[in-house]
Nanobody, 116 residues
């Protein structure tokens, strides 16, 4: 069993920062498996925000480049998404995602709302 549990979402004003965390448990090779963050805004498709593996980190969305940073803490088996200068268009449910042994795993998501 693999469990991904997100935390850190909330309601913030434009220009604020948030750090999302994804705690992993179970049979996953945390240090080498590919992990990432997706988000889904109301009425829109889920989109890949950023991903990280043993060789690189990638910010996949042009709209968040320079503002979001993905990282992993191997000792705590936790992945983070640091989000700075948040904008209303960043409002979405953010999901933790992992690929291990050719299987995909998802967390339940954490809501991020950016509004004045």
């Amino acid at each position: 069993q693999v469990q991904l549990v997100e935390s850190g979402g909330g309601l913030v004003q434009p220009g604020s920062s948030l750090t999302l965390s994804c705690l992993t448990a179970g049979n996953i090779f945390f240090e080498r498996d590919t992990m990432g963050w997706y988000r889904q805004a109301p009425g829109k498709q889920r989109e890949l925000v950023a991903q990280i593996d043993t060789s690189a980190t990638t910010i996949n969305l042009d709209s968040v480049k320079g503002r979001f940073t993905i990282s992993k803490d191997n000792t705590k088996r936790t992945m983070h998404l640091q989000m700075n200068d948040l904008r209303p268009e960043d409002t979405a449910i953010y999901y933790c995602w992992a690929v291990s042994r050719f299987r995909e795993y998802w967390g339940r998501g954490t809501q991020v709302t950016v509004s004045s």
